[in-house]
């Protein structure tokens, strides 16, 4: 039987309301089109997926690894905003002839992940693993998946690209000043939320050997 990765249900008003209220970050966007196109984005995608919230993601880097104890996607996604935006700041400040377009890096880096509702989705893990002969498994990863969406509602390529490029598809291209930020703090954040004892101790362990990660506690 064949498969088709498009819309399970339409795109609501309550859905593109709903990914903006989880991810406020999405009103620091300047251009008001750039900032629509992206609620866009991931409304479409959830609306290909049985998740109706980023929130309902599991918080976890690819299925399986790296994974964090507690929490949901979003806090991925809000953290890696945020950490772009930090690094671009940084480096802008101490050397002013450096120049880095903010409104695309925030629109990739929340996009970055826009394809995971495909890749997490229950129901295409189950198919995929039932035969992977047919179907590939996965048959895109998030990232690829991702690229397509941007394309789909009207994101530039800058954005599509950091989609695509923020991952291990990112080694075989050439990635854009604001996609190596976007990898950066994608994978940093990971490395981060290991070192400080977030992740579970397996995926810790396959995220770096390298790492002796803290164990958590309070104050
Ligand atoms: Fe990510």
């Given at each position: 039987?064949?498969?088709?990765?498009?819309?399970?249900?339409?795109?609501?008003?309550?859905?593109?309301?709903?990914?903006?209220?989880?991810?406020?970050?999405?009103?620091w966007i300047d251009d008001a089109e750039l900032r629509n196109?992206?609620?866009?984005?991931?409304?479409?995608?959830?609306?290909?997926?049985?998740?109706?919230?980023?929130?309902?993601?599991?918080?976890?880097?690819?299925?399986?690894?790296?994974?964090?104890?507690?929490?949901?996607?979003?806090?991925?996604?809000?953290?890696?905003?945020?950490?772009?935006?930090?690094?671009?700041?940084?480096?802008?400040?101490?050397?002013?002839?450096?120049?880095v377009d903010r409104d695309i890096l925030l629109a990739g880096?929340?996009?970055?992940?826009?394809?995971?509702?495909?890749?997490?989705?229950?129901?295409?893990?189950?198919?995929?693993?039932?035969?992977?002969?047919?179907?590939?498994?996965?048959?895109?990863?998030?990232?690829?998946?991702?690229?397509?969406?941007?394309?789909?509602?009207?994101?530039?390529?800058?954005?599509?690209?950091?989609?695509?490029?923020?991952?291990?598809?990112?080694?075989?291209?050439?990635?854009?000043?604001?996609?190596?930020?976007?990898?950066?703090?994608?994978?940093?954040?990971?490395?981060?939320?290991?070192?400080?004892?977030?992740?579970?101790?397996?995926?810790?362990?396959?995220?770096?050997?390298?790492?002796?990660?803290?164990?958590?506690?309070?104050?």
């Open positions: 039987m064949r498969h088709f990765c498009g819309l399970r249900r339409p795109v609501t008003q309550a859905m593109r309301d709903g990914v903006a209220e989880d991810f406020p970050e999405i009103a196109r992206t609620i866009e984005a991931w409304s479409h995608s959830l609306c290909c997926s049985s998740f109706t919230s980023m929130t309902e993601i599991p918080p976890e880097g690819n299925p399986g690894a790296p994974v964090l104890r507690r929490g949901t996607q979003a806090d991925h996604l809000r953290g890696v905003v945020r950490l772009a935006i930090r690094m671009a700041d940084e480096i802008t400040t101490s050397y002013p002839e450096a120049r880096a929340i996009c970055h992940d826009v394809g995971k509702p495909f890749e997490f989705d229950p129901a295409n893990r189950e198919r995929w693993a039932a035969d992977p002969s047919v179907t590939g498994q996965p048959t895109f990863r998030h990232s690829v998946f991702g690229m397509h969406v941007c394309l789909l509602v009207g994101l530039p390529d800058e954005v599509a690209h950091i989609a695509l490029g923020h991952s291990m598809e990112g080694q075989f291209i050439g990635v854009s000043t604001e996609c190596m930020i976007v990898r950066q703090a994608d994978h940093g954040w990971w490395f981060l939320a290991g070192a400080v004892g977030l992740l579970t101790p397996e995926s810790t362990a396959a995220l770096s050997p390298m790492l002796r990660a803290r164990p958590t506690g309070m104050r």
